[in-house]
């Protein structure tokens, strides 16, 4: 799990002089900017920790500018942390400066260089130079990552408590993270799964286990029932994360039925283009109808 290895490096104190961190999730590069920030003590970040964004809404000063600010000498002489976000808008005329800086890196600040997505070829030398991170988490390691960032937050999770978790929420990492948050607040010390029940279910009378099991029993008239009730409460592409994350569970149970988790998952390949092309209900509604029809 790639942003373990971060973890451990932020517990090392970052010994390294540039990172580059890279990852499709932008919440876990926003994690790990925290991270690298939290290295600071809290009443010295004003003046030891700088933080820009390439892709900012407001002004970006110029590259030369950032430059400057990672070659300064910190206040009293303190560690530096310096952040780049969206390193892949860097223009290609400020590569330079960058590829020169990571050859001769301030002994005096850490650069974390984030970036969103894969990174182009422009970067690979770049890559070369700093100590090169992959942050996302694949799917059958997001039960270790729960366990772990659980841990980080004071408390045990049941492998139960993990499956209902990721049943639920599906495989949104900002999603569950903001789930764990909640559980933090219970202030227990070993989380089951009926500790978090109503925290995650909430109100509603159904979950998305009541809607796969119902597409599997191919009730038509729950399935609806049961999404629109969904639909009231949660984003489609949250409820299309976690039927994925069911179907992805049940192939691997149910090694007879190839042909058909082959149709299964390019029809939600398909439901997943849509939702992000159009939005709206109807690429949900319209996955189920399929699915109901296999």
Same mark, same amino acid.
């Given at each position: 799990?790639?942003?373990? %290895?971060? /973890?451990?490096?932020? !517990?090392?104190?970052?010994?390294?002089?540039?990172?580059?961190?890279?990852?499709e $999730?932008?919440?876990? +590069?926003?994690?790990?900017?925290?991270?690298? !920030?939290?290295?600071?003590?809290?009443g !010295?970040?004003?003046?030891?920790?700088?933080?820009? $964004?390439?892709?900012?809404?407001d002004?970006?000063?110029?590259?030369?500018?950032?430059? $400057?600010?990672?070659?300064?000498?910190?206040?009293?002489?303190?560690?530096?942390? *310096?952040?780049?976000?969206?390193?892949?808008? #860097?223009?290609?005329?400020d590569?330079? %400066?960058l590829?020169?800086?990571?050859?001769?890196?301030s002994p005096?600040?850490?650069?974390?260089?984030?970036?969103?997505?894969?990174?182009?070829?422009?970067?690979?030398? @770049?890559?070369?130079?700093?100590?090169?991170?992959?942050?996302?988490?694949?799917?059958?390691?997001l039960?270790?990552?729960? =366990?772990?960032?659980?841990?980080? =937050?004071g408390?045990?999770i049941?492998n139960?408590?993990? !499956?209902?978790?990721?049943?639920? /929420?599906?495989? $949104?990492?900002? @999603?569950?993270?903001?789930e764990?948050?909640?559980?933090? +607040?219970?202030?227990?010390?070993?989380?089951?799964?009926?500790?978090?029940?109503? /925290?995650?279910?909430?109100?509603?009378?159904?979950?998305?286990?009541?809607?796969?099991?119902?597409l599997?029993?191919?009730d038509?008239?729950?399935?609806?029932?049961?999404?629109?009730?969904?639909?009231?409460?949660?984003?489609?592409?949250?409820l299309?994360?976690?039927?994925?994350?069911?179907?992805?569970?049940?192939?691997?149970?149910? =090694?007879?039925?190839?042909a058909?988790?082959?149709?299964?998952?390019?029809l939600?390949?398909?439901?997943? *283009?849509?939702?992000?092309?159009?939005?709206?209900?109807?690429? #949900?509604e319209?996955l189920? *109808?399929?699915?109901?029809? /296999?």
């Amino acid at each position: 799990m790639s942003i373990k %290895h971060f /973890i451990q490096e932020i !517990e090392k104190g970052l010994k390294a002089r540039v990172y580059f961190l890279y990852a499709e $999730d932008p919440y876990l +590069l926003k994690e790990a900017s925290i991270m690298a !920030e939290g290295i600071v003590p809290e009443g !010295e970040r004003d003046f030891s920790v700088n933080l820009f $964004d390439l892709d900012g809404i407001d002004d970006v000063p110029p590259f030369e500018q950032i430059m $400057d600010a990672v070659n300064t000498i910190p206040f009293m002489g303190q560690q530096k942390v *310096v952040i780049i976000e969206n390193i892949q808008e #860097l223009a290609k005329k400020d590569m330079e %400066h960058l590829e020169r800086y990571t050859a001769n890196p301030s002994p005096y600040s850490i650069l974390i260089l984030l970036h969103r997505g894969s990174p182009k070829a422009q970067f690979k030398e @770049l890559m070369k130079k700093a100590k090169a991170t992959p942050l996302d988490v694949r799917p059958q390691e997001l039960p270790l990552w729960i =366990k772990e960032k659980a841990l980080r =937050k004071g408390f045990e999770i049941t492998n139960e408590a993990v !499956e209902y978790l990721l049943g639920i /929420i599906g495989p $949104d990492i900002g @999603l569950l993270s903001s789930e764990l948050e909640k559980v933090t +607040l219970m202030g227990k010390s070993r989380i089951d799964t009926v500790d978090i029940m109503d /925290i995650v279910r909430g109100s509603n009378d159904y979950d998305v286990f009541d809607l796969v099991n119902a597409l599997r029993d191919r009730d038509t008239q729950k399935v609806f029932k049961v999404a629109k009730t969904l639909q009231e409460t949660q984003e489609s592409y949250g409820l299309l994360g976690a039927i994925n994350w069911h179907y992805s569970r049940m192939s691997f149970r149910d =090694k007879g039925r190839t042909a058909y988790y082959d149709k299964v998952f390019e029809l939600l390949n398909e439901a997943d *283009v849509r939702i992000k092309t159009s939005g709206g209900t109807f690429p #949900l509604e319209y996955l189920l *109808v399929r699915l109901l029809r /296999i």
